[in-house]
């Protein structure tokens, strides 16, 4: 087995030759991609109207499972590393998720995995797909959790730096002392590296070196941002894990707290494309003790769809992992790695068909495949290559619709955080 080396070995920038653009060929002229955590359509949207969702599923004995309920604010969070995807997964029979393993309380530890959040708690994201649009065949792109999978909605890829076979597998991790992601780790953080074949390499540092569609947005003078809840090491900050980005004049992109877009919504600054993760209790992540993501993710929509953006925006709503939770689509396999188990998928837009539940296979890759196309950058040539893009999900024939708001508790907005400037 050949070691993996480590992005920061050979650090360089990317540049890419602007394209000549072409008229748009849609009105859409701001893209949100809304990033939650740990979530699948089973687990997540019971009920919605059209959409494949199943209510059992087998476990390893062969037995049917009914999926219980499980309040958001799980008081356990289940396994989500790679090995737990290939446990659950269990070569496509979809039956291993009694053998995962958690942390946390729960009743009955072969049944943890088999849960639903009931609709009282999801119904602003069940009104969301309802009035505009929802994919049933969204695919986690790598079959593994957060960080690699935060790496893949910016990058169509976790490989360690640029033309390299190794993948970041998992969530970095420490022997001893702190641990986190990203270029601002301390040193003696490490990250599990997977090759083709699905052998794990040696680790390494988690501060990569590759072209991202930051990259390809600045060769089309395309304003982009990227809001998290704290700048520095985190799972949930993959630009941070980006040795050109982290360390060059595009930082500046990346804004902290999540909530500032909700001020630059307000002020007239969106940029033309922004990407958002939110703070822990609003993530949906189970074992956080936290139910605000419905809320959260509703105050972002609202705000737009009160705003001079909505008539040319797309916001997009996804989940960066499953979290283990069961699901009972079988993933379809493209590799060692990829792809991993469904996740859900909103479209929200004026020019989103209402109502409508797209079949099409999408993966993260589709997402970004959508923003190239809007924004004629040309393409990252990796999984947005081979991925559908999400276009099925809009029509521009017609005259936009006007704004339903979602209802949902009120996000308070902390006064005192700025606007990204």
């Known amino acids: ?64 499972v009914y999926l219980h309920s499980v309040p958001l604010e799980a008081p356990y969070d289940i396994s989500h590393a790679h090995e737990s995807f290939l446990t659950e997964w269990n070569n496509g029979q979809m039956n291993g998720f009694n053998l995962d393993t958690h942390s946390g309380h729960c009743n009955n530890s072969g049944t943890c995995t088999y849960g639903y959040v009931p609709q009282s708690e999801t119904q602003p994201y069940l009104d969301m797909a309802s009035q505009y649009g929802f994919a049933d065949r969204m695919f986690e792109s790598n079959q593994g959790p957060s960080f690699p999978a935060h790496q893949y909605l910016i990058s169509g890829t976790s490989t360690i730096q640029q033309n390299s076979t190794w993948k970041a ?42 072209p991202t569609l930051g990259d390809l947005l600045d060769a089309q003078v395309v304003s982009w941002r990227y809001y998290q809840e704290e700048l520095g090491t985190g799972l949930w900050h993959p630009y941070d894990a980006i040795h050109h980005i982290r360390f060059g004049p595009d930082y500046k992109n990346v804004v902290a707290p999540s909530s500032a877009i909700l001020n630059d919504i307000a002020s007239g600054k969106l940029a033309q494309v922004s990407w958002v993760s939110p703070q822990g209790s609003d993530s949906d992540h189970s074992g956080n003790h936290g139910k605000g993501g419905p809320a959260w993710v509703a105050s972002v929509v609202n705000a737009v769809g009160s705003s001079k953006y909505w008539s040319d925006c797309a916001i997009f709503v996804t989940w960066d992992d499953w979290g283990g939770w069961f699901d009972h689509v079988t993933p379809p396999i493209v590799n060692s790695y990829e792809l991993g188990m469904r996740v859900p998928l909103i479209a929200i837009s004026p020019y ?70």
């Open 169 to 210: 597998a998992d969530n970095p991790y420490a022997r001893n002392g702190p641990n986190g992601g990203g270029c601002d780790a301390p040193q003696h953080v490490l990250v599990d590296s997977i090759n083709p074949q699905g052998q794990l390499g040696n680790p390494v540092y988690p501060c990569f070196e590759r």
């Open 352 to 421: 989103a068909k209402q109502g409508y539940v797209s079949h099409t296979q999408y993966e993260f890759g589709s997402l970004l495949k959508f923003v190239e196309e809007t924004f004629n950058t040309g393409s990252l040539n990796t999984t947005d290559a081979r991925a559908n893009s999400v276009s099925d999900m809009f029509t521009f024939k017609l005259r936009p619709r006007h704004f339903v708001r979602i209802k949902a508790p009120r996000f308070t907005v902390d006064p005192s955080v700025p606007d990204s400037d």
């Open 1 to 64: 087995m050949q070691p993996a080396t480590t992005a920061a070995d050979e650090s360089q920038s990317f540049h890419f030759d602007a394209m000549q653009r072409p008229a748009k060929s849609s009105p859409i002229g701001h893209i949100i991609i809304i990033i939650q955590e740990n979530r699948t359509p089973d687990n997540l949207f019971q009920g919605l109207k059209g959409a494949d969702i199943a209510n059992s599923g087998k476990n390893s004995l062969g037995q049917t």
